[in-house]
T-cell receptor, first 113, second 114 residues
Framework: NAGVMQNPRHLVRRRGQEARLRCSPMKGHSHVYWYRQLPEEGLKFMVYLQKENIIDESGMPKERFSAEFPKEGPSILRIQQVVRGDSAAYFC???????????FGPGTRLTVL | LAKTTQPISMDSYEGQEVNITCSHNNIATNDYITWYQQFPSQGPRFIIQGYKTKVTNEVASLFIPADRKSSTLSLPRVSLSDTAVYYCLVGARTLTGTASKLTFGTGTRLQVTL
């Protein structure tokens, strides 16, 4: 039973480019959560999605960031026109249901040059 | 979610018992206390969760006094592989359900050496 998968594990982008981070939830899980971890800090909630729906995006920056979880395929966190401050580890978690525990993936480390 | 305070870092030798205390003075009546472990370059991993008194599993024990304003994670006989950051969360689970937003503080960085 594979856990939460994230790819790529490491991503390097230059300022102004786009970053696409992918998350495949655990089998049977239809709820996905994205978190961001800046260096030496704890994880900060960004967005919560259920298949084809954004449930809570209260932690998402208003500009340049978007997330989707299509009916087929992985959830994608997209960051447009990246800036150096976007450099962080981005973690995805999934749960079977809204009221069940979240399991975390290994993260994607984004470096913006 | 209630604010938590825990030491920034701790050091221990291999084979010792390690106790990490978390303060949560504003814990709500319905809130559980949950501890996560995070190794470098990995996502957080659930360790243990409790509401009151004592909870024990194969990895750790969690001690919660009667007033529930603090909790102590106890790791018996740590090894080098227990070197990680440990996070205390309050309110991630409540008596009525599970939160969809988990709030992590800066955690306690445990360094285990020989």
């Amino acid at each position: 039973n594979a856990g939460v998968m994230q790819n790529p594990r490491h991503l390097v982008r230059r300022r102004g480019q786009e970053a696409r981070l992918r998350c495949s939830p655990m089998k049977g899980h239809s709820h996905v959560y994205w978190y961001r971890q800046l260096p030496e800090e704890g994880l900060k909630f960004m967005v919560y999605l259920q298949k084809e729906n954004i449930i809570d995006e209260s932690g998402m920056p208003k500009e340049r960031f978007s997330a989707e979880f299509p009916k087929e395929g992985p959830s994608i966190l997209r960051i447009q026109q990246v800036v150096r401050g976007d450099s962080a580890a981005y973690f995805c978690a999934s749960s079977r249901d809204r009221d069940e525990w979240q399991f975390f993936g290994p993260g994607t480390r984004l470096t913006v040059l | 979610l209630a604010k938590t305070t825990q030491p920034i870092s701790m050091d221990s030798y291999e084979g010792q018992e390690v106790n990490i205390t978390c303060s949560h003075n504003n814990i709500a009546t319905n809130d559980y206390i949950t501890w996560y472990q995070q190794f470098p370059s990995q996502g957080p991993r659930f360790i243990i969760q409790g509401y009151k008194t004592k909870v024990t599993n194969e990895v750790a024990s969690l001690f919660i006094p009667a007033d529930r304003k603090s909790s102590t994670l106890s790791l018996p006989r740590v090894s080098l592989s227990d070197t990680a950051v440990y996070y205390c969360l309050v309110g991630a689970r409540t008596l009525t359900g599970t939160a969809s937003k988990l709030t992590f503080g800066t955690g306690t960085r445990l360094q285990v050496t020989l």
